[in-house]
């Protein structure tokens, strides 16, 4: 509020180490959960959605010029950088019928997007149900912390009619509502270690608002649509040759509140 800005939360780049390779693949997966209800832009990099480690390389295959002008003493950041898997059992699953720039390991036959959509606890599928569930939250921007009522390791806040848990711990906690949504399955109302759920305590009035976030992107860069809760509008021009992507963010609120539910 300071300074009048709106937040935006990246917990992965084309940059950096892959999110699910630092911290694992089921806390990466409930950091995920729990950023996407705080207020503000999420912005979800290609692969993130399917809870994609960083690849594994030979030096032959690599492409990155930090590794040829360091002469190999760095390797670059081509793990973070292989093409998606899309479906079959077999590299490059589905991502072309010719040889990508990059191999794509062959042990990712689960993780490809065909494969994640038929479990309804995979990465892909928690992804698309919070986006879904998360346009009912703007225009509530309001947040009350509730992290004490658990204990060390945990971090919590209420929005909107809702309480989101995020168990960093290494024990199980005690949980209370409906479970609305959970990075792992939750038995006797426990939310496992390392683990996020987004819980309903009461109803509340919320705001549903049209998002339309501005991103300005090179030539070729792949955009993720955020199914709902954004709205990206691309118009393309040619200017010397070199294409341009642009998108204008609008936040429009109802007169009105709209009852959840």
């Not at 300071?2 to 937040?7: A, E, I, N, R």
């Not at 998606?84 to 490059?92: R, T």
């Not at 949504?181 to 109302?189: C, G, H, Q, R, Y």
């Not at 819980?199 to 549903?208: N, P, Q, S, T």
């Amino acid at each position: 509020d300071s300074v009048q800005g709106w937040p935006t939360w990246v917990l992965t780049n084309h940059d950096s180490i892959r999110i699910a390779s630092r911290i694992g693949q089921l806390p990466a997966k409930s950091l995920a959960l729990f950023t996407l209800a705080l207020p503000g832009c999420s912005y979800i990099y290609n692969g993130q959605e399917l809870g994609l480690p960083s690849g594994e390389l030979e030096d032959r295959d690599r492409q990155d010029p930090v590794f040829f002008r360091s002469n190999g003493l760095q390797k670059g950041r081509d793990e973070v950088r292989i093409p998606m898997p899309w479906s079959g059992e077999i590299s490059p699953y589905g991502f072309t019928t010719g040889k990508p720039w990059l191999p794509i390991p062959n042990n990712w036959q689960n993780l490809t997007v065909d494969a994640q959509e038929m479990d309804q606890n995979s990465s892909l599928n928690m992804y698309k149900k919070a986006l879904q569930i998360r346009k009912t939250f703007i225009g509530n921007n309001e947040i009350e912390w509730e992290s004490s009522k658990f204990g060390e390791g945990v971090t919590a806040f209420s929005r909107a009619g809702f309480t989101f848990v995020l168990n960093t711990s290494d024990r199980p906690i005690k949980i209370s509502g409906k479970v609305i949504l959970a990075s792992t399955p939750i038995l006797n109302d426990m939310l496992p270690a390392q683990g996020a759920v987004w819980l309903h305590i009461g109803h509340r009035h919320v705001h549903k608002a049209r998002v339309c976030v501005g991103i300005e992107v090179d030539a070729g860069r792949t955009l993720l649509r955020n199914d709902g809760q954004v709205e990206v509008v691309r118009r393309e021009q040619r200017s010397g040759g070199e294409q341009h992507a642009r998108a204008r963010f609008t936040l429009r609120r109802p007169e009105r509140p709209v009852p959840d539910g």
